[in-house]
């Protein structure tokens, strides 16, 4: 008797465990990404980024910046299917948010590249993003932008090029991080979350979700198949037949913000996305109640934005840019 009184004083005691039973893994989001060691964070580097990252002159047009696809004010997404770029055109694949993306393994639905400093070597010269010529022309537009002194205050003397303009832009995008989201106080016994939410935590462990979306990122940072539309994935860059409709598992961090879902932006809503996943992923049928627990739980995943102030870019001379070709 007294035996069990004292277990039950201990578990009062510890109270987290006591109040709040997280499921195995879930956590709280780390505080910050891994840092490359060749591209260390530096406050100038990361206002340069900034700049860069809101910056037009680094598309054709003169029109489209990073932020046009991944908008700062909208969770860094643009919730299109898919996304309008140079000349109007849409791409084939969903835009994902730059939230939180330090902490994935490999960048792109596919992963295709490694790192964000090679990710951002991508949009500028796409023919459907920013359809800027080569990467000497991206240099000269930055140039004539007035950058050449910015850069030297960051790299060093005589440093504007592609590759700076990847690393400042990725520093940028290292900062984009999301803590405190509801489910991050609670875990932490400083807030709560509804009683739906509770009960959806519970079901997408218990059925198994969490074997890809594991951990405090909610991603396995892994790529698995997928086996749901036309877009064949990872096998388009391999060509090998084990890649095909292979992934990166999608991390559910600020996903209740990021509609619509998957690479192929096919879901509408998120309450169709966890259906669909059930489905493909788990082969299993979730109820309606079910469904509204999961995604009450995933919208406690919504963390706190960092605050942006939207940056001056530098312009030569006191003039605007002229494009008009
Ligand atoms: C015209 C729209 C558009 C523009 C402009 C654009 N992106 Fe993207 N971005 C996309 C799309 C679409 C994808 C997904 C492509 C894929 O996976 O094949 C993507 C993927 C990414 C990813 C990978 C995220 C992840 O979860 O894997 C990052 C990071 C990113 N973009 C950053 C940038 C940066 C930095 C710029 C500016 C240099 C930029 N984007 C410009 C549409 C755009
Ligand atoms: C076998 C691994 C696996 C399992 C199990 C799994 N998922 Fe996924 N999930 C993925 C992959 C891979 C993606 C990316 C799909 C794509 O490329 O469109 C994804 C994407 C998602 C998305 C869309 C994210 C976005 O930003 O578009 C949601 C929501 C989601 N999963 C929820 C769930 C739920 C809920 C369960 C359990 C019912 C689940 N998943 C089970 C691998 C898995």
Known sequence: ????????????????????????????????????????????????????????????????????????????????QFSIGHKWQRGGRNA????????????????????????AKGPPLNPVEMAVESEADAVTRLKAAGYTTEFDAVFGKNSISYNNMAKAIAAFERTLNTPNAPFDLYVQGKGTISPAAIRGMNKVAD???????????????KFVAFKHGSDIGLKAVTGKDDDDHVFRVQSWRNVAMTAPYFHDGSAKTLAEAVSIMAKVQLNTKLSKHDVKDIVAFLETLTGEMPQITYPQLPRPNNHALDWQE
């Open 207 to 221: 059925i198994g979700c969490t074997s890809c979306h594991a951990g405090p990122l909610f991603t396995s940072n």
């Open 96 to 119: 994902p948010t730059v939230l939180n993306s330090g902490f994935w393994s490999r960048q792109f639905w596919d992963g295709r590249a490694p790192l964000l400093e090679d990710q």
């Open 1 to 80: 008797m007294k035996n069990i009184f004292l277990a039950l004083f201990f578990m009062a005691l510890s109270s987290n465990a006591w109040a709040n039973e997280i499921p195995e893994g879930m956590g709280v989001l780390p505080s910050s990404p891994p840092i490359p060691t060749n591209n260390p964070m530096t406050q100038a580097k990361v206002e340069l980024g900034k700049k860069l990252y809101f910056e037009p002159a680094l598309s054709k047009s003169g029109h489209f910046s990073c932020n046009s696809c991944h908008n700062l004010a909208t969770w860094g997404v643009d919730n299109q």
